[in-house]
């Protein structure tokens, strides 16, 4: 099964900026990744790691994960599968997140986004 894990940075600014309600519906949203892992749009990779974006109205979540392992289907593949969702952006600071999000994947790699 995949698993999907969430910045405890951004929990907190969903939770802030948004209603309770419309916080619940967006982490269920997120959370749908789990069964479905192939959604949300690719916009690039960083080595190995593949940065996609899920669009809620006018905001996008993205979340990173292993390209290569979204291929395989066997089930120890699936186990070990992780996606970790790191920003969030509204439409007119959509470039600039994609930008700092590779930035830190090229100067520290994915765990510059380890739970804080």
Partial sequence: MTRVEIVRSLVLEI???????????????????????????????????????????????????????????DEEALVGLLLRVVRMSDKKHQQQTISEIKVVLQTIGPMGFKQE
């Fill in 15 to 73: 939770q802030k900026r948004f209603s309770r309600a419309e916080a619940n519906e967006i982490l269920d949203l997120i959370g749908t990744l789990e069964k479905s892992p192939r959604k949300g749009k690719p916009l690039g990779t960083v080595g190995a790691i593949l940065i996609k974006e899920l669009k809620y109205k006018q905001y996008r979540f993205y979340f990173l994960t292993n390209g290569h392992t979204l291929k395989l289907i």
